[in-house]
């Protein structure tokens, strides 16, 4: 070959191999789709031509090899990660084998000889597919890559689709019963995909496979083109068990114990009598070794000696289950679950605060208390002990580390800074904060809002950042405060101008008098339905729905949303709510011969005006009192809810002062009893519809006390006399 | 027979539980009675109908207790020794109800059952499933589902708050 030829060559492959610099070298290896693998397959057909073109039927070959590969990825017959790793191994060698062959280097033995090792250890992975086929067949799978075992990708990945097996299995025989409910199959095929999805995106070929076999059944049953005959029964509960007994496979490799091949030929059976094909199980191809020898993916992509060393353990293949503890190391761990149906941990939660109640009742009671004998205080104080921190282990069942929404939230962040092009540096702290299950539930949305805010209002965009850092903060922080958790979201962008806040304001009619108004009630407006002061909607936020959203969530997980800002700084929201939605602190206060629980989160503060702080219009002189300055509605509880009080004078009485939408309010009772800690209960259908009161709880003295809700009494009043 | 009277004979057997209130014996369906516990200190719920007392505290869970006697439309009375709370779960909403006094089980024949009885001003008919004749006894068989309907206590709330809202308007006004 002549040095032109070289040279016309050279320039030929330039142009594929730069794309495949980008788009191979660049591909993630557990995440990518068809259209990525297109764009991997376009420069290695341009290459083939050339190849070809020149006689050069080595290279040829192993592109042919690279791309069976890709098509083997595309059609899920290998994982992305096991295919990628391989494609990847293969062309850089081959990149490197060509510029020196280029270079004048025509001895391709060593090339032929890789490529011989390569495609011998790329068997196993092979297998999967062969042995996928088969009707008769066991197969014990490739361990997963080591680093989604450590950062508990695959815990996770084993407890969703033992879950999702486990409703699957209820749905079917529930179909079974009654082959009327379609919806179910619904379900099936969505558990039965995401089980396809997880597994693909993690690199489990085989129990992805048996997804999306199941799956398409599953679809043509939900679009009318087959019916539900037993047949297509037996199947699906094949796939469940299979499935079932390829997860258990997994765990038992993940956890380094002997690892059994599971018989997956019963699943392949019943799908060739679901889909009445008559293939000869002769036809198929003999079936190969039932592990993948070796064929760590992780390690293909290293080095060829890599490569060399693998293939030769595959001349004398281990025992699997030996590899398997081999491979162990580090090996995460998993945890066993037990799924128990929330309303039980409810009841124990509740059973256990009954159970406080009564003990304290009991140390409290005066003939026990005036006993002489010593034991038994010490016996009581130790069965008091006990019950404590019974209490905190049965609250703490509920609860979970805040981090898994901050992680969720941090992904968000990556997406969104790469989205309006602002560089943002995401700061988190106290991700190990614990809270309730059902906080964390409901908290992604409202803090996801939140941080969009600050990312697209809040942070300039670059070059607008004056004398600040040209990177944006964002910062999640979250903590304990006595039995509140709060979370807060803080940027250092342009902050909020209470200006503009007011000028919009009074242009939706919010605002009546806006002198009257202090910062923290302007602020109060970015909460108000419609109420957006983005100049420009944008796709990530500006559409001023949002924000009452985000309010409403946090008020029904009874917190509170505190705004600071400072134009030209930096916002800062902070969201304060209690620990757990079932217990709270609460103030018993009575009124008449009532008592209510006013929650401990709503109260600002108690005080006990005087006279001259009393103010009011004529006839009427204390309908108002002065408390630092401002003018603080006083609502008599007597009054809205009609009781016979024992003080009328708010001098004599106790205010309690809560803010409500961004108004501070009095709330006039009696006197304060004392301040305890409540299960909250629901009162139920009946009273759902009455107004201020949130639920009811069982006070010391075994009595009913009924929860108060200020916000939604002070509307309530609000509401009545509007109409 | 309807469907609720037949499931009275089907499902209960005939067997009612029986109380007085006032001068009447009533009876309702013995599936649908839970309990009967004494009278206990009762915690009102403000803004609710005359006949709803408010709320007990029953071994830890909190249920509502209505009082039938000014349900039916008779003149509230003091509860004595022998008033009782009978707590009947209707669709799995347990609710206590207010009696004078309790009589007991009793077994009733398809044959001394009659239905739609034509009664008097002071009870409400639509609350009635039917009556039963023994002997002397006369048993008003009660329809609890009808009794604890929540239509009816919400439209009385409703009434309420308009009371509320005509005081509010009042002492803006002032």
Redesign the interface.
């Given at each position: 070959m002549d040095s032109a030829t070289r040279e016309t060559i050279r320039e030929q492959l330039a142009g594929p191999r730069a794309q495949l610099e980008a788009n191979l070298l660049n591909a993630d290896l557990r995440e990518c789709k068809l259209t990525d693998l297109g764009d991997i397959m376009l420069p290695f057909d341009a290459l083939t031509q050339v190849y070809h073109q020149h006689g050069l039927s080595d290279f040829e070959q192993s592109i042919a090899f690279c791309n069976n590969l890709l098509g083997d990825i595309a059609t899920e017959h290998i994982s992305h990660f096991t295919g990628l790793s391989y494609v990847l191994a293969v062309y850089e060698l081959m990149d490197e084998v060509t510029a020196s062959y280029l270079e004048g280097n025509e001895d391709l033995s060593n090339f032929h000889q890789f490529l011989e090792k390569i495609q011998q250890t790329f068997k196993g992975v092979e297998n999967v597919k062969a042995a996928l086929a088969a009707p008769e067949q066991t197969i014990v799978q490739d361990m997963p890559p080591m680093d989604i075992v450590q950062d508990g990708s695959v815990s996770d990945f084993i407890s969703e689709v033992t879950e999702g097996l486990e409703l699957v299995e209820e749905s079917l025989l529930e179909l079974e019963r009654d082959p009327g409910q379609l919806s179910l199959v619904d379900t099936v095929f969505r558990m039965m995909h995401t089980i396809k999805g997880t597994s693909g995106f993690l690199g489990m070929p085989t129990i992805g496979k048996i997804g999306h076999r199941t799956e398409d059944i599953l679809g043509e049953i939900r679009d009318g083109k087959r019916g539900l005959d037993a047949n297509v029964f037996d199947l699906m509960f094949r796939s469940v068990d299979t499935l079932k007994n390829l997860i258990a496979q997994l765990v038992a490799m993940v956890q380094g114990k002997p690892v059994e091949p599971v018989n997956i030929g019963k699943f392949f059976k019943a799908l060739e009598t679901v889909q009445g094909s008559l293939t000869e199980p002769g036809a198929t191809p003999a079936p190969p070794p039932p592990r993948p020898p070796a064929a760590s993916p992780g390690e293909a992509e290293e080095s060829i000696e890599e490569v060399e060393e693998s293939s030769a353990s595959s001349e004398a293949p281990a025992a699997p289950a030996a590899e398997a503890s081999g491979r162990k190391g580090s090996a995460g761990k998993i945890q066993e679950m037990l799924k128990v149906p929330a309303e039980r941990l409810d009841e124990l939660s509740n059973l256990v605060g009954e159970m406080v109640v009564a003990l304290s009742l009991l140390t409290q009671n005066p003939v026990v208390f005036e006993l002489a004998d010593r034991n038994v205080h010490a016996q009581l104080d130790h069965l008091d002990k006990i019950t404590e921190s019974l209490r905190d282990k049965v609250l703490g069942i509920r609860m979970f580390p805040i981090g898994t929404v901050f992680s969720k939230l941090s992904r968000q962040v990556r997406d969104l800074s790469q989205k309006s092009g602002k560089k943002i540096n995401l700061e988190v702290i106290g991700a190990d904060t614990l809270v309730d299950k059902s906080i964390i539930d409901n908290i992604y949305a409202p803090l996801m809002h939140l941080v969009r805010n600050s990312i697209d209002h809040g942070i300039e965009p670059p070059g607008e950042r004056g004398d600040k850092p040209e990177e944006g903060l964002v910062q999640l922080k979250a903590q304990h405060l006595g039995d509140a958790i709060e979370i807060e979201i803080s940027d250092d962008g342009k902050g909020l101008d209470p200006v503009k806040l007011l000028d919009k304001a009074e242009e939706k009619g919010l605002v009546k008098n806006r002198e009257s108004l202090t910062e923290k009630e302007i602020f109060a407006f970015i909460f108000a339905a419609g109420f957006s002061t983005a100049k420009v909607v944008t796709d990530i936020s500006g559409r001023g729905v949002g924000m009452d959203v985000v309010r409403r969530t946090i008020e029904s997980l009874r917190g509170k949303i505190d705004t600071q800002s400072k134009l030209g700084e930096g916002t800062r929201f902070s969201l304060k709510m209690p620990l757990t939605t079932s217990i709270i602190e609460g103030l018993v206060i009575a009124v008449g011969g009532h008592r209510f629980i006013m929650p401990i989160l709503d109260v600002l503060q108690t005080i006990t005006p005087t006279s001259g702080d009393l103010k009011g219009v004529q006839g009427k002189e204390d309908e108002f009192f002065l408390l630092a300055g401002e003018m603080i509605p006083i609502l008599r509880l007597y009054e809205i809810y009609r009781i016979e009080p024992k003080i009328t004078n708010p001098s004599k009485s106790v205010v309690v002062v809560v803010t409500a939408g961004n108004r501070k309010y009095g709330i006039m009772v009696d006197e304060l009893l004392h301040r305890q800690q409540i299960v909250i209960q629901p009162l139920g259908e009946r009273f759902k519809h009455l107004k201020g009161l949130s639920g009811g709880t069982i006070l010391g003295d075994g009595r009913v006390g009924l929860i108060l809700d200020p916000v939604s009494l002070i509307q309530g009043l609000h509401l009545h006399q509007e109409s | 027979m309807g469907d609720k009277a037949k499931q009275l004979f089907e499902d209960s057997g005939g067997k009612l539980l029986t109380f007085i209130i006032g001068n009447q014996e009533y009876g309702i369906q013995i599936l649908e009675a839970r309990e009967v516990v004494g009278m206990m200190?009762i915690?009102?719920?403000?803004?609710?109908p005359k006949f709803?007392k408010?709320?007990?505290?029953l071994r830890?869970?909190?249920?509502?207790v209505i009082d039938l006697r000014t349900k039916f439309g008779m003149e509230a009375k003091e509860a004595t020794a022998e008033s009782c709370i009978v707590k009947v779960d209707i669709k799995g909403?347990a609710?206590g109800c207010i009696v004078d006094f309790l009589v007991g089980v009793v077994t009733i024949d398809a044959k001394e059952f009659e239905e739609s009885p034509e009664l008097g001003h002071n009870i409400h008919t639509d609350f009635i499933l039917g009556m039963a004749k023994l002997d002397k006894r006369v048993i008003i068989i009660l329809d609890m589902e009808a009794v604890l309907s929540?239509d009816e206590?919400?439209e009385i709330?409703e009434n309420h708050?308009t009371v509320?809202?005509t005081k509010?308007?009042a002492s803006?006004a002032?």
């Open positions: - | 200190p915690e009102p719920v403000p803004q609710t709803m408010g709320v007990i505290n830890g869970s909190i249920i509502p909403r609710t929540n206590l919400l709330h708050q509320e809202a509010a308007e803006a002032e």
